[in-house]
């Protein structure tokens, strides 16, 4: 099983990026995805969730309006659009595969928002 995360990167305020987080090694359209973030010292938080089908979405408040999840069962790949990035956007994020009990993590992406 492996979930590789890319897209990260260094952008200024304002500005977007589009994680991708490319699965394999379990059926990808049975799974719910997620993508969580993380600062140094504080607890990993969930910033969107897409359905196994694509066809239910919910945000954090925090990025409601400005991040887009999305996939596309056909390349077994789920997409983060991050668009209007602040400064308090800056974490490592991570992407997560869930059916039922099972989880599994990716390593992780920086995102950096700064001038």
């Known amino acids: 099983v492996q979930l590789v995360e890319s897209g990260g990167g260094l952008v200024q305020p304002g500005g977007s990026l589009r994680l991708s987080c490319a699965a394999s090694?379990?059926?990808?359209?049975?799974?719910?995805m997620r993508w969580f973030r993380q600062v140094p010292g504080k607890e990993r938080e969930l910033v969107a969730t897409?359905?196994?089908?694509?066809?239910?979405?919910n945000y954090a408040d925090s990025v409601k309006g400005r991040f887009t999840i999305s996939r596309d069962n056909a390349k077994n790949t789920v997409y983060l659009q991050m668009n209007s990035l602040k400064p308090g956007d800056t974490a490592v994020y991570y992407c997560?595969?869930?059916?039922?009990?099972?989880?599994?993590w990716g390593e992780g992406t920086l995102v950096t928002v700064s001038s």
């Open positions: 090694g379990f059926t990808f359209s049975s799974y719910v």
């Open positions: 997560n595969a869930r059916y039922l009990v099972t989880n599994y």
């Open positions: 897409i359905s196994s089908n694509g066809g239910s979405t």
